[in-house]
């Protein structure tokens, strides 16, 4: 919705401030969108590097500025977003010396995504940090837990304890007072159980049965 037009992005934008977004972040918008979102003072994050948005036309996951050209387009990418009025940058997948370089020369915040540790900032998926990745881990992530793992081991678990009966225990359970039970019995008195219930609709014999 960002990307359709200037009047959408505004709106967009002031529905997520309102809901308490602090700062706007969008991978692959072009400055221009930004520098409209800026002019009204919405504080705005771009992305530069690898952008998985334009996956097909880096010929998949690489990193992104590892000759000069291409390392002078990120910085100029950089100041493009700068001179936009955008507030900060994710730079994903640099080499961690160009995207040194490319920091000392901007007034923006950089959020380093595998771009080394001399940015303003580190950022990586919550997914890779505790575990959660089904798919494959990128080489700058950094992992600290298998939470995978261990709900399904969990998962595993309460279904063995439910078979078994060791759940719910007695102390799982709401406890009523015994007269007060007595006296809801005493109204179920004329329901039918489950099992009278059964045989009741069961056939009395096989000639209520369809022949063939």
């Not at 080489?139 to 600290?144: D, F, L, P």
């Not at 006296?183 to 059964?198: E, K, M, N, Y």
Request: aromatic share 8%; charged share 25%; hydrophobic share 35%.
């Amino acid at each position: 919705m960002f990307e359709e037009s200037q009047e959408k992005a505004l709106k967009l934008a002031n529905e997520m401030r309102a809901a308490g977004t602090d700062i706007i972040y969008c991978s692959g918008l072009v400055p221009e969108k930004f520098a409209g979102l800026a002019r009204q003072h919405v504080p705005c994050c771009g992305h530069v590097g690898y952008l998985p948005v334009n996956n097909t036309w880096y010929g998949g996951p690489r990193g992104v500025g590892k000759t000069a050209e291409e390392a002078k387009k990120v910085y100029d990418d950089v100041m493009a977003l700068e001179a936009a009025g955008c507030i900060a940058v994710e730079m994903e997948c640099v080499p961690a010396k160009v995207a040194e370089e490319i920091t000392k020369r901007t007034k923006l915040l950089v959020f380093s995504m595998g771009s080394g540790p001399n940015c303003d900032g580190q950022f990586i998926f919550s997914e890779d940090l505790m575990g959660t990745n089904l798919g494959r881990y990128p080489r700058h992530s950094i992992t600290y837990a298998n939470l995978f793992t261990c709900a399904v081991d969990a998962l595993k678990q309460f279904c063995l304890d439910v078979q078994s009966g060791a759940y719910p225990q007695a102390r799982h359970c709401i406890k009523i007072n015994d007269q007060e039970f007595a006296r809801f019995q005493q109204s179920l008195a004329s329901s039918p159980t489950r099992l009278d219930r059964v045989l009741d609709s069961a056939p009395k014999s096989l000639d209520q049965y369809d022949h063939f």
